[in-house]
């Protein structure tokens, strides 16, 4: 009886860390994708600097766990592009961005990510929690010395 209880609080604890991680990340890689982009919008070219205008857009939506963090997947992108793609599968100029960007591969490699269906560890995501806190830092650097 005491087994199990303590069982199910590690499990709920687990579940809560979790939660709490991949909120983590997701707030300092859509920062980052953002910086990296320089806040310019991957579909429409629109450039504006503020977290709530401008989002981390993904190609492939964000019910895929596999490319949630993928940098090839997630480019900075206005709310009303954001918002468009969602309504109306207007994926057509994402598509054409991406394909530009990384070459027309880029779909079937999506594709092969998905069908592998394996999720982030909890060590990963702390990993990569830090390695995207260094590289906003660094694009924070490197925005000071530009101006
Ligand atoms: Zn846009």
Same mark, same amino acid.
């Given at each position: #009886?005491?087994?199990?209880?303590?069982?199910?609080?590690?499990?709920?604890? =687990?579940?809560?860390?979790?939660?709490?991680?991949?909120?983590?990340?997701?707030?300092?890689?859509?920062? *980052?994708?953002? #910086?990296?982009? %320089?806040?310019?919008?991957?579909?429409? !070219?629109?450039?504006?600097?503020?977290? @709530?205008? #401008? $989002?981390? !857009? $993904? *190609?492939?939506?964000?019910?895929?766990?596999?490319?949630?963090?993928?940098?090839?997947?997630? $480019?900075?992108?206005?709310?009303?592009?954001?918002?468009?793609?969602?309504?109306?599968?207007? %994926?057509?100029? =994402?598509?054409?961005?991406?394909?530009?960007?990384?070459?027309?591969?880029?779909?079937?490699?999506?594709?092969?990510?998905?069908? #592998?269906?394996?999720?982030?560890? %909890?060590?990963?995501?702390?990993?990569?929690?830090? $390695? =995207?806190?260094?590289?906003?830092?660094?694009? @924070?650097? =490197?925005?000071?010395?530009?101006?």
């Amino acid at each position: #009886m005491k087994k199990s209880n303590a069982k199910k609080s590690n499990a709920r604890r =687990y579940r809560t860390s979790r939660k709490r991680l991949i909120n983590k990340l997701n707030r300092v890689f859509g920062l *980052y994708i953002r #910086m990296r982009d %320089n806040w310019t919008c991957v579909t429409c !070219g629109v450039r504006i600097r503020n977290t @709530k205008e #401008m $989002h981390a !857009g $993904h *190609y492939i939506g964000r019910n895929c766990k596999q490319l949630l963090f993928c940098e090839y997947n997630v $480019h900075a992108q206005c709310r009303s592009c954001n918002f468009a793609q969602r309504i109306q599968d207007d %994926n057509n100029k =994402y598509t054409l961005a991406i394909i530009d960007k990384y070459g027309v591969d880029i779909l079937d490699w999506f594709e092969t990510i998905k069908e #592998m269906g394996n999720k982030y560890t %909890n060590e990963e995501l702390v990993d990569m929690i830090g $390695h =995207y806190e260094i590289g906003v830092s660094d694009l @924070k650097t =490197y925005d000071k010395v530009k101006k």
